[in-house]
């Protein structure tokens, strides 16, 4: 299948044949948090700090399936107006429900409409997520391109797509099924994928990866047939994601997965590589990581929409009079160990603590230090450093 529109009418049908995600619909707000789908904390992320006011916030997600995420960008940011659109009118309505159902439907809106079309909406949008979807698009670089231009100056991006070396044995396993399936016959696909990893040998390199990393998530037919029998995929790799990103005329403002991107992680124990490594210009940097852990099966990132305002603290004196204000995306506060935004483990002092806990974004830094016994600056750095507290120098 060639043509745009056939494309994009394949798509569809998949996705109301098995609407994605197939998570069950449940009463109230969803557990936990993903800090992405939290504008402060993906600001604070992205460009080192929080907005004192913002405006009102108009969030959209694009391609939000059966709104899981939809449900926690509403949740998250709880005096935003959330958009959701898609193409699958099954999934938009299993979203439309779960947000009744978790007390959020006064502030978001659905619409069946492809977000080559998103500029029908005639609204701009702070932030706009989009998981999984530019690279089921027939011309991703197109969709970039048109989530770009509702995007409002100074607003995010956060984009997910695929990444080519984790999925090759998926890959090979979809060219399979698609030789295999009737054209269109996405439930065929689905029996004939599952029969193939039952009966093929144990020690397959396909089958091993589907038992070693994705059964559990594809006991689910939903989840297997958007793995396998899907009727358009790009995969990225860093070099082709690079030109994806300047096709969106976007500014790249980091992975937000950021641990795997870390040198360290793989050259700590040979320091001169090390050094070379960390010469190298940042792509390259990418690149590097990308081809000694192939294991990464996607790419996840912010995107800006200049002008810009980067801050990282390192002023004192505006740093002094900058708000402080404890992130919410942690767990086991209060306490002093903790799970911080990204669900790791961290351990904070009784100053620390302290410091945390009298930050409710009323207090400056330089009050905070003030009635804190033995708080110092390090310790505010220390932990806006590890994203457990947000500051707003403006
Ligand atoms: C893998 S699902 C991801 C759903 C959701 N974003 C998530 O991460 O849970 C991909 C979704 O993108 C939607 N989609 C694909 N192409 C689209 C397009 N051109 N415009 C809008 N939605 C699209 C599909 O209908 C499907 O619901």
Redesign the pocket.
């Known amino acids: 299948m060639t043509d745009a529109a056939g494309i994009?009418q394949a798509?569809?049908d998949?996705?109301?044949i098995y609407?994605?995600?197939p998570?069950p619909l449940t009463a109230g707000a969803p557990p936990g948090y993903n800090w992405r789908w939290s504008v402060p904390a993906a600001h604070h992320f992205a460009l080192g700090w929080v907005p004192r006011d913002w405006p009102e916030l108009h969030i959209l997600?694009?391609?939000?399936?059966?709104?899981?995420?939809?449900d926690y960008l509403a949740h998250l940011n709880p005096t935003a107006q959330v958009i959701g659109?898609?193409?699958?009118e099954t999934?938009l309505a299993i979203a439309q429900e779960r947000v009744a159902r978790s007390g959020v439907a006064q502030r978001v809106t659905f619409h069946q409409?492809?977000?080559?079309?998103?500029q029908q909406l005639s609204q701009q949008f702070q932030y706009i997520?989009?998981?999984?979807?530019l690279h089921?698009?027939p011309d991703p670089k197109a969709?970039l391109q048109a989530l770009a231009s509702v995007l409002a100056p100074g607003g995010l991006l956060h984009v997910?797509v695929y990444a080519l070396w984790g999925r090759w044995e998926i890959r090979l396993m979809q060219k399979a099924i698609r030789l295999l399936q009737p054209p269109g016959d996405y439930r065929a696909g689905v029996a004939i994928g599952r029969q193939l990893f039952a009966h093929l040998p144990a020690d397959n390199r396909l089958v091993r990866r589907e038992r070693e990393r994705w059964a559990w998530d594809n006991r689910q037919d939903a989840v297997f047939a958007?793995m396998y029998v899907h009727p358009?995929e790009t995969d990225y790799t860093v070099e082709t994601l690079f030109d994806l990103i300047a096709a969106g005329g976007l500014e790249f403002l980091g992975f937000s997965n950021p641990r795997y991107w870390q040198l360290e992680r793989l050259l700590a124990p040979m320091p001169e590589l090390l050094q070379v490594a960390q010469s190298l210009p940042r792509q390259k940097q990418y690149e590097l990581v990308e081809a000694l852990d192939p294991e990464l099966t996607h790419f996840e990132f912010f995107l800006g929409r200049p002008p810009l305002r980067r801050w990282d603290a390192t002023d004192e004196t505006l740093l002094l009079g900058a708000l402080a204000v404890r992130s919410p995306c942690m767990m086991g506060w209060p306490g002093r160990s903790l799970l911080d935004y990204d669900y790791q483990p961290v351990d904070i002092t009784p100053v620390q603590q302290e410091l945390l806990a009298q930050a409710t974004g009323t207090t400056t830094v330089a009050q905070l230090i003030a009635q804190v016994p033995g708080a110092t600056v390090a310790d505010i750095r220390d932990l806006y450093q590890r994203q457990l507290l947000w500051l707003q120098p403006w």
């Open positions: 994009t798509v569809r998949l996705y109301n609407p994605f995600p998570d997600d694009a391609g939000c399936g059966t709104g899981v995420g939809t659109i898609d193409l699958s999934a409409l492809s977000l080559m079309d998103v997520n989009c998981v999984g979807v089921h698009l969709g997910f958007d358009q």
